[in-house]
């Protein structure tokens, strides 16, 4: 089966930095995925990872160990508009038709403080 | 930029109708999804779509669910006979196909069944 865990909720203050991890156990890995989704919307692409290693993209980074399926993403110089949900998601195995659907955890709730 | 469009964003219905939720896909993009997400729960997978058929459903997407692509721009899906738990966010997304790419959520809509 699949399972992706990540915390529930977690709280940062402005300005600081903040590391969301995500474990996964999945049959299959095309990589993994995290998005954004502010309440009520909908899930917006953050950012991919298929080898291990850190991805950077502006403020946000992201973290891949295949071997301990670990992920985490990492979001610098918190600001007020990245209080949302953010979303693991693993692409678990190719369908064979190039269906490289994806198995999302439930979400970490992000509260950014000032 | 291109994005994903749904309608209509709100539709409420009573148990048993049939509705069908309305999307169009990215232009360029040949898979198409539909995910759900119940209110407070993870986004979950239903049914992907490529070269008019589908190629990979989940254990929700049973017999009351369809999808089709009547024209070359609209991808939908249908309900037969709504449930009282069919109540949810339903989510268009579609890709280019490879395996980095991610997938593009449209801004869903939201079901409710009276």
């Known amino acids: 089966g699949q399972n992706i865990d990540q915390p529930t909720e977690m709280t940062a203050t402005e300005g600081a930095i903040v590391q969301i991890n995500c474990t996964y156990q999945t049959s299959g890995f095309n990589g993994l995925f995290w998005y954004q989704q502010h309440a009520g919307e909908a899930p917006t692409f953050l950012s991919y990872n298929v080898l291990d290693g850190l991805e950077e993209k502006g403020r946000f980074s992201s973290f891949l160990s295949r071997s301990k399926g670990y992920s985490y993403l990492l979001l610098k110089e918190l600001q007020m508009k990245d209080s949302a949900s953010y979303l693991c998601?693993?692409?678990?195995?190719?369908?064979?038709?190039?269906?490289?659907?994806?198995?999302f955890g439930k979400g970490t709730k992000l509260s950014v403080i000032p | 930029e291109p994005e994903v469009t749904q309608t209509p964003s709100h539709q409420v219905t009573q148990m048993g109708q049939e509705v069908i939720l309305r999307c169009v896909p990215i232009?360029?993009?040949?898979?198409f999804y539909w995910y759900r997400q119940i209110l407070g729960q993870k986004v979950e997978f239903l049914v992907s779509f490529y070269n008019n058929e589908i190629s990979e459903k989940s254990e929700i997407f049973d017999d009351q669910f369809s999808v089709e692509r009547p024209d070359g721009s609209n991808f939908t899906l249908k309900i037969r006979s709504t449930k009282l738990e069919d109540s949810a966010m339903y989510f268009c997304a579609s890709s280019e196909g490879l395996r980095s790419s991610p997938l593009h959520f449209g801004n869903g809509t939201r079901l409710t069944v009276t």
């Open positions: 232009s360029n993009h040949l898979y």
């Open positions: 998601a693993v692409s678990p195995h190719d369908s064979g038709a190039g269906s490289y659907q994806l198995t």
